[in-house]
């Protein structure tokens, strides 16, 4: 059977689900400590004074998802290594036999998923640190700006305030930037690296069986929805290492021996994974080519073009975001405001879908609960 990075995705939820229940409990603890007193005359002095307080509760935040999430990350990847490893042994039961498939099936996984696992905790590490630092420097600027209000005659102190914990709660905790230099908040930049991480880690499982068992050649599936970098490669057929460039080879019959089949190489795996295939949130899959056997495959109905799935996309980050925005609410005026955009987001989702084929996700518009 294919396998795709879209087959993972669950997994890749499961981790970011509990970066976004640790970015929820800051956002409510935050409101809840900036909240308290914040009629006194004495505010500012009382919240600069408890500041202490304030980094202990978030550190204890952190220090549970730290230990949370090695485990998860390290058990997304194994089991997305194991569907690699399942699909590959799927299609070989087909066609290998003796000694190749059973080279296919006793090939050791856990160096390769103890690696895939250790590179995504390194690279999350840091928005551990980065969280206890935005969380600090949100609660200063709030006391600093609901202080100053009131002496400029522009707005009250409850009411800068709940400005200023708006916009950091639409936001979350950013700063997170990626190699090609995109900034990304906490949840999206580890749901980003997951997906990547549990996709990375299916396609090796799968291709490492392939090789393995001698098999040198995949074929990438028809998706829907194909984004623009992934469909120069729709359907093409790529060795799985090697030189990349597009060429023709002369490649043993898979059934019949002596006989030899002219193949179209499109390039190689590692070629189009550089162009972008197989990117985080790709729909495309790979499947092993039999020369002489395998046929070219249907291609997949499009349920709406890819601008509508990116749309979708946009529109489950407003409702999550508007979520976050309920959530950090210092009065229950705002919080009514902040859910409306929630109902107003999800109706567009809806209109959306029934529009096009493109199923709704609605676990993509969930926030977990804060623990």
């Not at 980065?130 to 006391?143: E, G």
């Not at 990438?220 to 970098?229: F, G, K, N």
Request: aromatic share 4%.
């Amino acid at each position: 059977m294919p396998i795709s990075p879209d087959m993972a995705e669950d997994l890749a939820s499961a981790v970011s689900s509990l970066y976004e229940q640790a970015e929820l409990a800051l956002i409510e603890k935050l409101t809840r400590a900036l909240a308290q007193g914040i009629d006194s005359p004495l505010w500012a002095e009382l919240k600069l004074a408890a500041l202490g307080n304030l980094q202990t509760a978030v550190q204890t935040i952190i220090d549970a998802l730290a230990t949370d999430a090695a485990g998860a990350i390290h058990e997304a990847v194994a089991e997305a290594y194991d569907r690699g490893q399942q699909a590959a042994v799927a299609e070989l039961g087909a066609v290998a036999t003796g000694p190749a498939l059973a080279a296919a099936e006793a090939l050791p996984a856990a160096p390769a998923v103890d690696r895939l696992a250790a590179a995504v905790v390194q690279e999350t590490g840091p928005a551990h640190l980065r969280m206890l630092r935005v969380a600090v420097d949100v609660y200063r600027q709030v006391v600093a700006e609901a202080s100053a209000a009131p002496l400029l005659g522009a707005v009250t102190r409850r009411e800068a305030a709940a400005r200023a914990l708006a916009r950091f709660a639409a936001r979350g905790v950013t700063g997170f930037v990626d190699r090609a230099g995109r900034a990304w908040n906490l949840t999206s930049y580890v749901e980003m690296a997951m997906r990547s991480a549990v996709g990375r880690a299916a396609v090796q499982a799968h291709t490492d069986r392939l090789g393995a068992a001698g098999v040198d050649l995949v074929v990438v599936s028809d998706a829907p929805e194909e984004c623009p970098r992934c469909k120069p490669w729709e359907g093409k057929i790529l060795t799985r290492e090697g030189p990349g460039g597009a060429r023709t080879v002369e490649m043993q019959h898979a059934t019949e021996d002596g006989r030899t089949v002219r193949v179209r190489v499109a390039g190689s795996l590692p070629e189009a994974r550089a162009s972008g295939l197989l990117h985080p949130n790709c729909r495309h899959g790979i499947s092993i080519y039999l020369p002489g056997l395998t046929r070219p495959r249907t291609p997949a109905p499009k349920r709406a073009t890819y601008e509508q799935s990116q749309k979708q996309r946009y529109f489950e980050r407003q409702v999550r975001a508007w979520k976050r925005r309920a959530a950090g609410a210092l009065d229950d005026g705002a919080r009514r405001a902040a859910n409306a955009r929630v109902r107003e987001y999800q109706g567009r989702i809806r209109e959306l879908t029934a529009a096009t084929d493109l199923p709704r996700k609605s676990h993509r518009e969930q926030l977990g609960s804060a623990r």
